[in-house]
Antibody, heavy 118, light 106 residues
Framework: QLHLEESGPGLVKPSETLSLTCTVS??????????WGWIRQPPGKGLEWIGN???????YYTPSLKSRVTISADTSKNQFSLKLTSVTAADTAVYYC??????????WGQGTLVTVSS | SYEVTQPPSVSVSPGQTASITCSGD??????VCWYLQKSGQSPVLVIY???KRPSGIPERFSGANSGNTATLTISGTQAMDEADYYC?????????FGGGTKLTVL
């Protein structure tokens, strides 16, 4: 059974870098069938796609965050990661990792709340 | 950039049929999927590729997509179906979410 789990600091200071890791079990991030991605949800608001990564290392990002986002993968640990630079309070959200299969997201992590505050 | 639009809220009586729409330019030319999200939980895929149901999703959930509108239909709505529902499309290698619809079962 596929399982994804987000990990990382729950509190980040303004202007610093948010870093999260998604650990995958039950599937390989090195599999050419899937993409692996990040989605966030500010408190009380809707879902926002951040971006994803393919096994080849190709990445795709939402235009509004592209200048601040990096998604990478560590196949030796079966993990992929998110870095978001220069954060502000507007980046406070629950961050989810998920598996992309074709054009939908079929497995999601439980999410982790990241608060941006000094 | 491409956008899809959902009504903020839909209400339905138990046992009745709920319909949630998702609108976008020529949306019928794209695949649409739907997620439900209960309070405090992660989203769950309920429909993909317009009308297909993942394993474990009840048959009362169905989907259609034509023209500029995709529709999620819940037949015989139950109290447990009360949740936020999000449609999602794919455009130019990007995932596009609708703003979400809160389904209330009165």
């Amino acid at each position: 059974q596929l399982h994804l789990e987000e990990s990382g600091p729950g509190l980040v200071k303004p202007s610093e870098t948010l870093s999260l890791t998604c650990t995958v079990s039950g599937a390989s991030v090195n599999n050419n069938t899937f993409f692996w991605g990040w989605i966030r949800q500010p408190p009380g608001k809707g879902l926002e796609w951040i971006g994803n990564i393919y096994y080849s290392g190709s990445t795709y990002y939402t235009p509004s965050l592209k200048s601040r986002v990096t998604i990478s993968a560590d196949t030796s640990k079966n993990q992929f990661s998110l870095k978001l630079t220069s954060v502000t309070a507007a980046d406070t959200a629950v961050y989810y990792c998920a598996r992309h299969y074709q054009q939908h997201l079929d497995y999601w992590g439980q999410g982790t709340l990241v608060t941006v505050s000094s | 950039s491409y956008e899809v639009t959902q009504p903020p809220s839909v209400s339905v009586s138990p046992g009745q049929t709920a319909s949630i729409t998702c609108s976008g330019d020529k949306l019928g030319h794209k695949y649409v999927c739907w997620y439900l999200q209960k309070s405090g939980q992660s989203p769950v895929l309920v429909i993909y590729e317009d009308y297909k149901r993942p394993s474990g999703i009840p048959e009362r959930f169905s989907g259609a997509n034509s023209g500029n509108t995709a529709t999620l239909t819940i037949s015989g709505t139950q109290a447990m179906d009360e949740a936020d529902y999000y449609c999602q499309a794919w455009d130019r290698s990007s995932v596009i979410f609708g703003g979400g619809t809160k389904l209330t079962v009165l």
